[in-house]
């Protein structure tokens, strides 16, 4: 009687344990049945690649070359600013903090993290686009460049926070050994320490990478909206988060246009699913690397 | 060798403006909120729905609509992340699955949030029938705020020394009686923790509750898990995009900007200290 029960405990909490699983499956099969009707109008390479999106128009046109080409002008903005931010913050930790001062700086960052993104975009909205629309003479405020700043900022935290994990994952013996054949302590911290925890480094920036791509509240906010092929950093862009957010409300159900708004999030969905496998993968031989079990 | 100092020196300073660089910007955004915030807060604005279209009157149905949908998602997420966390410290299973699962969770806790807006419209709102509702909204963030608590709770019960766990079985006691009465009251803290860090994450999410849950004015208060609700975060959103007084509703923004702003800090603070705490306790 009392084994039965254990066992019926035991399948129970397996059962439970694969709802992550079932939902990430959910996911993928909701976005493929409701994205593939639209590929019976337009063809894969012409929605990926054509140039114009004009889905409300008549007859429409879905071409989401400019979403993605904004998605990943924002993106590359984001990294240029969220890289030295956040590895520059870990390394600093890591390296020159004292214990006193690591004990503040760490759950600051860590805090810091957890600022919201509508909030982040708020602030690119009131301050930021218009002092960049001043300082620079801009015709408009909400642009490329305001958004890969706000969203690189948005980043650098959680870059930091993993980067700094990483490091503390290097050996004590591999400094000292630096150490003791000459090395001072910049030529240890670039020669050593930054190669020893490279992959660490770089699955936090891919998980920077993957944040700013599929962040939405920021980009519908501070992106401008505008879904043509951006020319330069002051152009307004519509990322593919903002068009699936601010385009969902009005496409009528079952409609051609609400069918290639969800091939829009499929396509976001295996960009992303990519970068997290990439690092999981990453990540995994950095421990093999360093002899860490966990 | 004069040289070498040189570069460190140089190299150093570049990381002490990377770190200061990170607080500056952070710090600004802080200090402008609050700062053009606190002029919007006062008893009014924290008690009463809002009046002449959006202009006046505060934002009480908002706060609460965030609870509601915050303190659903949680109820949801907490037994099924619990559970997982459970199963892969206690029950050890085979290494395939150990692998498969942590796949899974990392990659959940990777989807952008406006996917999961797409999945919860598609099967919550849709295929169940729930509508737009507090409902569908709160399932829909608490598959987001699963991943927090499995990793929370996962931490928390690795904590657990293997010989507690090994008495408790000495002791004649079964597996699941050493899971209930030892191993997760000593892990409570932990996932408590968990708890927190997810609520802090859920309350600010929009974009999922973009097409689940969220009215952008409502009469009066919810009446049941089906209704329609206000959102903080998303009444942000909807002062800066819709409406005709741009500049009565940016005010109204900025406090419930700082609002949410001071609940989600305020919230990861508590997690954060709790959690270094408990790890005090286990490491000394």
């Known amino acids: 009687m009392n084994k039965k029960k254990e066992l019926a405990i035991k399948y129970l909490f397996t059962a439970l344990a694969f709802a992550s699983l079932v939902f990430l499956i959910g996911i993928v099969l909701v976005l493929f049945k409701e994205a593939l009707p639209i590929f019976t109008k337009v063809s894969p390479g012409a929605f990926l690649f054509g140039e114009s999106w004009y889905p409300t128009a008549e007859p429409p046109e879905f071409g989401i070359l400019p979403l993605i080409l904004a998605s990943l002008w924002v993106t590359a903005g984001a990294l240029v600013i969220c890289v030295p931010l956040g590895v520059g913050s870990a390394l600093y930790l890591h390296e020159l903090a004292g214990p006193r001062q690591r004990a503040v700086l760490k759950p600051v960052i860590e805090i810091l993290a957890s600022v919201p993104s509508i909030i982040y975009g708020f602030f690119g909205m009131v301050i930021l686009a218009p002092l960049l629309q001043n300082s620079f003479d801009l015709p408009i405020g909400l642009c490329v460049l305001t958004t890969g700043i706000i969203l690189g900022v948005m980043a650098a935290p959680t870059v930091a926070s993993i980067s700094e994990d990483a490091l503390s994952y290097v050996p004590r013996s591999f400094r000292e050994a630096s150490f003791a054949v000459g090395a001072d302590r910049w030529q240890t911290l670039t020669k050593v320490i930054i190669p020893a925890a490279g992959s660490g480094i770089s699955t936090a920036i891919i998980l920077g990478m993957s944040r700013a791509i599929g962040e939405t509240m920021t980009v519908l906010m501070v992106a401008g909206g505008s879904a043509v092929i951006p020319r330069s950093i002051f152009d307004p862009v519509r990322p593919m988060t903002a068009a699936i957010a601010a385009e969902m409300g009005e496409a009528p159900v079952g409609s051609d246009h609400y069918h290639a708004l969800f091939a829009i999030a499929l396509i976001l969905f295996l960009i992303t699913f990519v970068f997290n496998i990439a690092a999981e993968f990453i990540s995994r031989r950095f421990r093999l690397k360093l002899g860490l079990s966990r | 060798m004069k040289k070498r100092n040189i570069i460190q020196k140089l190299g150093f300073s570049a990381l002490f403006a990377c770190m200061a660089a990170n607080i500056l910007f952070l710090g600004t955004i802080i200090f402008f909120i609050a700062a053009r915030g606190l002029g919007a807060i006062n008893w009014e604005f924290l008690t009463q729905a809002p009046r002449d279209s959006m202009t006046a009157g505060g934002v009480a149905p908002a706060i609460v609509g965030t609870f509601y949908l915050t303190s659903g998602a949680v109820l949801f997420a907490l037994p099924l992340g619990v559970a997982c966390a459970v199963y892969l410290t206690e029950y050890s299973p085979k290494g395939w699955i150990v692998n498969l699962l942590r796949i899974s969770i990392n990659n959940l806790a990777g989807v952008p ?22 409902l569908s909204g709160s399932l829909t963030l608490g598959i987001l705020a699963l991943p927090v608590i499995i990793s929370a709770s996962q931490e928390a019960l690795t904590a657990v020394p293997q010989s507690t766990r090994e008495a408790s079985l000495a002791l004649g006691a079964t597996q699941w009686e ?39 004015y409502l009469k009066g208060y919810p009446h049941s898990v089906f209704s329609e609700v206000m959102a903080l975060p998303y009444h942000i959103y909807a002062l800066m995009t819709e409406g005709t007084h741009p500049e009565i509703q940016t005010r109204i923004a900025y406090g419930s900007s700082l609002l ?24 000394a």
Do not use: C, D, N, W
């Open chain 2, 178 to 216: 050493t899971i209930r009465r030892v191993v997760l009251p000593a892990a409570l803290p932990g996932i408590l923790t968990g708890v927190i860090l997810s609520v802090g994450r859920v309350a600010g999410e929009t974009a999922p509750i973009l097409f689940t849950a969220a009215a952008f």
């Open chain 2, 260 to 283: 949410l702003l001071a609940l989600v800090l305020s919230v990861s603070m508590l997690a954060i200290f709790i959690r270094a705490r408990q790890r005090k306790t286990y490491h």
């Open chain 2, 113 to 134: 949030s406006v996917v999961f807006g797409l999945f919860g419209l598609t099967v919550f709102v849709k295929y169940a029938g729930f509508g737009v509702s507090i």
